[in-house]
């Protein structure tokens, strides 16, 4: 990776960690979830409001590192407008951006999400990325319990 790409990927996660967008409580959520990631200590709450099966909106709290911050706040700047099933083919291909060793361009075009291609380079960190999107997942599913990275 270049070296000017990457400091405007940290630039960007670092603006979304000091200013989160979408950040506070969502009183008229139809779903909700708690996520937690014991290896670093983050945990959120995302709430969705969801209308014939698209994320008319979401908020999110809580706390963490940086990552996992700018993460939660990103994840919910791309999903607001999409359809449930949009928003889980994403987390797949972030996933798949985050853990695969060949650089497929197709995972790159991921448009914002891309800022945390550098993350491969420390798998800990990997589940501080994702915490926001599994935690999507969770409330998408209607799961009530809280959802950890370590379960
Ligand atoms: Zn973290």
Redesign the pocket.
Known sequence: MFDDLRELYQEVILDHSKRPRNFGRLEANNRRARGH?P????ILSLYLVIKDGVVEDVAFEGN?????MASASLMTEIVKGKGEAEARELFERFHRLLTSDDADPDLLDLDKLAVFAGVREFPV?V??AT?AWHTLTAALDGQTDDVSTED
Do not use: E, H, Q, V
């Open positions: 990631n290896l670093c200590g983050d963490g590192c940086a990552i996992s960190r589940k501080c915490l």
